[in-house]
Every structure is written in structure tokens, then in C-alpha cells.
Nanobody, 118 residues
Framework: VQLQASGGGLVQAGGSLRLSCLAS????????MNWFRQAPGKEREFVAA????????SYANSVKGRFTISRDNAKNSVNLQMNILRPEDTGIYYC????????????WGQGTVVTVSS
């Protein structure tokens, strides 16, 4: 499975951005899509996840109520709508999939940079 993330950019605090991750290849093997982020000088952390059928979502406590993950069935992609952005949301955002038969994510896309100015 190949993943292509897009949608990052520079936004002021309180603003919004929409990230997308397009999957190609053996998409039928995908069980779930995840978003992670890594802030400068910090470890990578989980942001949100959705099952490939779109039935189940989960979020990090820090983004609950502000971020929404959704599945675009027609485009084989997953979106991350980010609202009420804060400077601490700044980082490189990565999409990653967990394929059937794996207990954890096993394929990563390249990152897209999100910068939130105060």
C-alpha cells in the first residue's frame, strides 16, 4: 500500500486545515487508517484513526472535539479536518495504515507539515 498525504500549511491559531491521505495499491488489505504527528523536539504521537469501512473512529484526548477523521470511499482516501487549531498542533503529520493480519500500523506515508502561528 502506498500513501500520499497532502493539505498541510501555515495557519493562524483558531483557524482550520484539512489533511488528506490517498491510498493506492492493495487498498483491500487496509484495516484502518491512522494519523500521527511529530512536533519539533518531541516524539511522534497518535492523533486519530478510522477503520477502513468508516465505522469506528478514535482520537487523542488533545484533539477531541476539534479534529474529525473521515473516510472518502470514492477516492480511497481519509481526511482529517482540523478546527480551532492551536500552536501546539504544529508538527509533521503522517498517515499510516494497519493492514489485516497486523496488530499495529505497518505502512507509512510521507509527512505533511502543519504550522500554527500564535
Amino acid at each position: 500500500v502506498q500513501l500520499q498525504a497532502s493539505g498541510g500549511g501555515l495557519v493562524q491559531a483558531g483557524g482550520s486545515l484539512r489533511l488528506s491521505c490517498l491510498a493506492s495499491g492493495r487498498t483491500s488489505s487496509i484495516a484502518a487508517m491512522n494519523w500521527f504527528r511529530q512536533a519539533p523536539g518531541k516524539e511522534r504521537e497518535f492523533v486519530a484513526a478510522i477503520t477502513w469501512d468508516g465505522g469506528t473512529t478514535s482520537y487523542a484526548n488533545s484533539v477531541k472535539g476539534r479534529f474529525t477523521i473521515s473516510r472518502d470511499n470514492a477516492k480511497n482516501s481519509v481526511n482529517l479536518q482540523m478546527n480551532i487549531l492551536r500552536p501546539e498542533d504544529t508538527g509533521i503529520y503522517y498517515c499510516a495504515v494497519r493492514q489485516f493480519g497486523y496488530s499495529d500500523v505497518n505502512s507509512w506515508g510521507q509527512g505533511t507539515v502543519v504550522t500554527v502561528s500564535s
